[in-house]
């Protein structure tokens, strides 16, 4: 069974970067394709991105367009997220998913259990 476990997230100031991790234990993601999604109080889940299995195709929601990079590295078994321009409206707790390829919560199999980024004004 794989587990995620995301990491980076904290409270950073808008304008700022910042880089989030998903780390795998009990599998490998190396043919795996790979999600973000984000939750924010009151909210749906929201999908931010995600990259194929060989890092060769991403996509993304539009709010994350042109600020917003997922990458990985299968030989780490992790894949990243590297948010720049941060807004206020990105504050949300953060989560990987894998096992799936879509824009929809459902799509995906393993989740982590998240990570909080608070974006300040």
């Known amino acids: 069974q794989v587990q995620l476990v995301e990491s980076g997230g904290r409270l950073v100031q808008a304008g700022d970067s910042l880089r989030l991790s998903c780390a795998a234990s009990?599998?490998?993601?190396?043919?795996?394709?790979m999600g973000w999604f984000r939750q924010a109080p009151g909210k749906e889940r929201e999908f931010v991105g995600a990259v194929s299995w060989t890092g060769g195709n991403t996509m993304y929601a539009d709010s994350a367009k042109g600020r917003f990079t997922i990458s990985r590295d299968n030989a780490k078994n992790t894949v990243y997220l590297q948010m720049t321009s941060l807004k206020p409206e990105d504050t949300a707790v953060y989560y990987c998913?894998?096992?799936?390829?879509?824009?929809?919560?459902?799509?995906?199999?393993?989740w982590g259990q998240g990570t909080q980024v608070t974006v300040s004004s």
């Open positions: 009990g599998g490998t993601l190396s043919r795996t394709h």
């Open positions: 998913a894998g096992g799936g390829w879509g824009m929809t919560p459902s799509a995906y199999i393993y």
